[in-house]
């Protein structure tokens, strides 16, 4: 049985600051790229930023110099910091493993 499990969402003002995690169990961390989608409110899901198995990240364009992503194989969780958030950013947050496997989800709001 594999399981993402995303944490560290909530109500952040704009220009507040959020780092999210997703714990992966029952599958080869270490082996896969990872990502993170959001889904604003009533719209589409779309890719935010990934890792690769060598630690090399890659990010949407809105969100570079604010987005860290980052990996411990060792923990098996992978991390989004989240600097100067803006309103725009709010939505659900999902990570993924390998580009199949998907969390749960953990909601973002940030407040003007």
């Known amino acids: 049985q594999v399981q993402l499990v995303e944490s560290g969402g909530g109500l952040v003002q704009a220009g507040g600051s959020l780092t999210l995690s997703c714990a992966a169990s029952?599958?080869?961390?270490?082996?896969?790229?990872v990502n993170w989608f959001r889904q604003p409110p009533g719209k589409q899901r779309e890719w935010v930023a990934d890792?690769?198995?060598?630690?090399?990240?890659n990010y949407k364009d809105s969100v570079k110099g604010r987005f860290t992503i980052s990996r411990d194989n060792a923990k098996a969780t992978v991390y989004l910091q989240m600097n100067n958030l803006e309103p725009e950013d709010s939505g659900v947050y999902y990570c993924?493993?390998?580009?199949?496997?998907w969390g749960q989800g953990t909601q973002v709001t940030v407040s003007s």
């Open positions: 993924n493993v390998g580009g199949l496997i």
């Open positions: 029952g599958t080869a961390f270490s082996i896969y790229p």
């Open positions: 890792i690769t198995t060598g630690g090399r990240p």
